[in-house]
């Protein structure tokens, strides 16, 4: 009889203790497509989702309104494989830090990069991180924000084609990403910094 009892309850605490260590990290690097597949490359990442942040506007969508908003990338991750100050490295090696018009072929303000951060350890490691970026480029401007987190709006319903688009379309994304230039200006700014 007790065993049958505490069944249930180990079975929730497995299921809270697999979960207890996820935490969440919100970065926009342009094309939301790109920077979820290139997130979820990587070990210690167990999704990324493509939405919108930064804005005051409620719902945005893609094909609507948007205004105000950036494109961006909500991870969910295990800190005890990878840290958040591993996620910034590789997100810095994954964008072009100084251009102050979006990313790559995207341009217009929901394109443009930034670090969302949701308490003051994560500024502070953010601010790090974006000062060795500024010191190991003293000619060029850092145009990088780092901003408070706000509301993440998931793409969803209609638009939710938009989730894992570099799975569901690889040969169509492969053909974006391609032709936008993203992969060959991460080289010419990172060379062998940058990290897959």
């Known amino acids: 009889m007790k065993n049958i009892i ?14 207890a260590f996820a ?23 167990s999704e990324a989702v493509s ?13 609507g309104n948007h205004k105000g908003h950036y494109e961006a990338v909500e991870v969910t991750y295990d800190p005890s494989i990878i840290s958040y100050q591993q996620l910034l490295d590789y997100f810095w090696r994954h964008i072009d830090p100084f251009d102050a ?6 341009k217009g303000f929901s394109y443009l990069s930034a670090i969302f951060v949701a308490n003051q350890n994560e500024r502070e490691l953010a601010e790090k991180s974006k000062q060795k970026v500024i010191n190991q ?8 924000p780092i901003l408070n987190a706000s509301t993440f709006h998931p793409i969803a319903g209609q638009e ?3 989730q894992d688009y570099y799975k569901n ?9 391609w032709n936008c230039g993203r992969d060959q200006r991460v080289q ?7 990290t897959h």
């Open 169 to 177: 379309n690889p040969l169509r994304y492969k053909y974006y990403r």
């Open 137 to 144: 480029f003293p000619d060029q401007t850092v145009v990088t």
């Open 101 to 106: 018009t979006g990313q790559f072929c995207d």
């Open 51 to 63: 939405g919108f942040t930064g804005g005051t506007l409620k719902n945005p969508t893609y094909n």
């Open 23 to 45: 935490d969440k990290a919100i970065f926009a690097g342009g094309c939301f497509w790109c920077v979820e597949s290139d997130f979820e490359k990587l070990e210690g990442m």
């Open 6 to 19: 505490l069944l249930p309850i180990v079975s929730f605490l497995l299921t809270l203790n697999s979960t």
């Open 188 to 194: 010419e700014i990172w060379g062998k910094q940058e």
């Open 160 to 162: 939710s084609f938009h």
